[in-house]
C-alpha cells in the first residue's frame, strides 16, 4: 500500500491551515506547515551536484526562519545527501523526514500555499505523493483576506486572477492525476468534516483516525481558535460561519466582478452565482471605472505570475536570519 508524502496545495484564506491542523492530529502524519521550499528553492541554486551549488541552498535553508523552526541538523543533511541522488526534491524529503523522525511519526507531509505550481515535479520526484488542494467559493476567500488583512491586496481584479489560476491548475491536475491529486471544497469540509475526512483518509491511504478531529496536533492553531478572518472561536471547533459571509463584505459591484469573470469556473465547482441588481450609477460605475481598472490588475497579476514561474520567487529578506543568529 503506497504512503508517500502528503501536501495540501491552495490559496491562502482557502481553508489550508484547518486541513493542515487535521491531518497533523493523525497518529501516522507529521505535518510542516508554510515552507515553501518548492517555491523559494526548487531549481534556484543549479545542479546540487556541485558541492557549492548544494552548499549556499543549504546555507539559505538554514537562515529561512520557517525551517529554522524545525530545528533542522544541516551536518546531517549533508552526510546523508551525499548518498543518494543530488536533487532538490531529495534534499527537500531528508529535511521533512528528520522532522517526522523526530515526531515519532512514520510519514510526512506539508502545507504550503500555492503547491499546485509543482504539482509534475512533484509527482515526478515522489511518484507514491498525494495532493490535496483545497477550494474555497473565490468571494469568501477574497472577503476572508480583506477582514484579515484590512485591505483590497490587488484589489478584486488580483484576486480573481489567483483564484482561476489555482481553480485551472486544480482542474488540470485532477485529470492527469485522478489517483493521486484530489479537489477538497472547504465548504464540504466545514459541514462534513468527519465524513470528509474518512474520504481523505482512504485517498491518502491511511485509517481515519478521530483524533484528527482534536487537532491536538496543531496545538498553536487549534487553541488560537484557528485563524479565522471573523474573530476567535472556541478551540477545536470548525465552523460554518465564515461561509456565504462574503454578502457582508464586499460591495455589488465587487461581486459583479467575480461573477462577470470567473462564473463558468465557480461553477464548476458548485459556487452557485448570486443575482445582483445594480442601480443605473452603480452600473455606470462598473462599466467605466471597475471594469477596466479590475482586468488591468487581473492582467498584470497574471503577467507577474507568469514571470515568476519562469524566474523563480526569491525568499523574502525579512523571512531570512541574519547569519550571526543562524551559528
Known sequence: ??????????????????????LASHPNIAMTRRTNMWTYFYNQYGDLSQPDNFE????????????VKLQPDPNRIRREFRQGEATYARLFALLEEHYAERLGKPRWGDKSLNTERYADPIFEAYPDARILHMMRDPRDRYASVIKRWKYRRGGIGAGTAMWLSSAKLAQRHQRRYPDRYKIVRYETLAFQPEKTLRELCAF???????AMLSM????????????????????????????????????????????????QEMLNFDYQPEPIQLKFSERLLFTCTDQPLNLARLVGWRILNALGNLKGRPLPSYRIVSEASST
Open 1 to 22: 500500500m503506497s504512503r508517500g508524502p502528503i501536501f495540501v496545495a491552495g490559496l491562502e484564506r482557502s481553508g489550508t491551515s484547518l486541513m493542515f491542523a487535521l
Open 216 to 263: 491536538q496536533g496543531a496545538k498553536d492553531f487549534r487553541d488560537e481558535g484557528g485563524n479565522s478572518s471573523y474573530g476567535q472561536r472556541k478551540p477545536g471547533v470548525i465552523s460554518t460561519k465564515s461561509i456565504g459571509r462574503y454578502s457582508q463584505v464586499l460591495t455589488k459591484r465587487e461581486i459583479a466582478f467575480f461573477q462577470s469573470y470567473a462564473g
Open 204 to 210: 491518502v491511504n491511511e485509517a481515519y483516525s478521530p
Open 56 to 67: 549556499r541552498c543549504l546555507s539559505m535553508m538554514m537562515r529561512y526562519k520557517r525551517l
